[in-house]
T-cell receptor, first 112, second 115 residues
Framework: QKEVEQNSGPLSVPEGAIASLNCTYSDRGSQSFFWYRQYSGKSPELIMSIYSNGDKEDGRFTAQLNKASQYVSLLIRDSQPSDSATYLCAVNALASYDKVIFGPGTSLSVIP | DAMVIQNPRYQVTQFGKPVTLSCSQTLNHNVMYWYQQKSSQAPKLLFHYYDKDFNNEADTPDNFQSRRPNTSFCFLDIRSPGLGDAAMYLC??????????????FGPGTRLTVT
C-alpha cells in the first residue's frame, strides 16, 4: 500500500468551477499536511499547510483534514486557467522529524 | 525577500564529468534538503541536513554526495553523472522547532542534462 495516494488525474474542470483534489495517507499518527502546486518545469510552491482537523481557508483555497478517515483535500474555488498545474500532497513521515512523503500528484486542467 | 536560491538554473555536463550544484538560503532555516525529480514523478529525497547532521536516504546512489559548510549553503556533488541522472534537482529548506519540522520551501531547481 502506497503511503500517500492521490488521484493521478488529469482532472478537468471548467473555469469558475470548484476543483476538488483528494489525498489519503496510511500513517495514522501523521500530524502535518501540505499542499504544493507545481507548474510544468518549475519547482513546487507551497499553497497550504494544515495540522488540525477541519477546514483552513486562504483566499480561493480551502484545505480540509480528517485524521480519523486519514484524508486531506484541497478545494479551489472559482478555478482559473492559471490554476492548471500538478498538485502534490505531502504528509510528515513518522520515522523522521524532518521528512515528508509526497503523493504522486494530481494534474489539474482548468478549461476556459 | 527571504528565499532559496539555486545555481546554476541549467547545467549541461558530459557523461562521467563531475558536477556540483549549489543552494543558498536567506530563511535561516536549520534543515536543508536535496531532492531529485524526474518528469511526471514526485520529488525523491536524496539527503537532508539538520544543522550539520547529515541524513542519507538508503537508496541514494553513492555517486551523489553533499556538503553543508554553513547554515546558509548546501552543495550537491555528482561524481560521475550517468544518463539516468538527468533530472531536476531541487533544494528545499524548513525550520525544525521543538522536534517538529514545518513547511518546506523550495528553490527554483537546477535542470541537469547529461550528454
Amino acid at each position: 500500500q502506497k503511503e500517500v495516494e492521490q488521484n493521478s488525474g488529469p482532472l478537468s474542470v471548467p473555469e469558475g468551477a470548484i476543483a476538488s483534489l483528494n489525498c489519503t495517507y496510511s500513517d495514522r499518527g501523521s500530524q502535518s499536511f501540505f499542499w504544493y502546486r507545481q507548474y510544468s518545469g518549475k519547482s513546487p510552491e507551497l499553497i497550504m499547510s494544515i495540522y488540525s482537523n477541519g477546514d483552513k481557508e486562504d483566499g480561493r483555497f480551502t484545505a480540509q483534514l480528517n485524521k480519523a478517515s486519514q484524508y486531506v483535500s484541497l478545494l479551489i474555488r472559482d478555478s482559473q486557467p492559471s490554476d492548471s498545474a500538478t498538485y502534490l500532497c505531502a504528509v510528515n513521515a513518522l520515522a523522521s522529524y524532518d521528512k515528508v512523503i509526497f503523493g504522486p500528484g494530481t494534474s489539474l486542467s482548468v478549461i476556459p | 525577500d527571504a528565499m532559496v536560491i539555486q545555481n546554476p538554473r541549467y547545467q549541461v555536463t558530459q557523461f562521467g564529468k563531475p558536477v556540483t550544484l549549489s543552494c543558498s538560503q536567506t530563511l535561516n532555516h536549520n534543515v536543508m534538503y536535496w531532492y531529485q525529480q524526474k518528469s511526471s514523478q514526485a520529488p525523491k529525497l536524496l539527503f537532508h541536513y539538520y544543522d550539520k547532521d547529515f541524513n542519507n536516504e538508503a537508496d541514494t546512489p553513492d555517486n551523489f554526495q553533499s556538503r553543508r559548510p554553513n547554515t546558509s549553503f548546501c552543495f550537491l556533488d555528482i561524481r560521475s553523472p550517468g544518463l539516468g541522472d538527468a533530472a531536476m534537482y531541487l533544494c528545499a529548506t524548513s525550520s525544525r522547532i521543538a522536534g517538529h519540522s514545518y513547511e518546506q520551501y523550495f528553490g527554483p531547481g537546477t535542470r541537469l542534462t547529461v550528454t
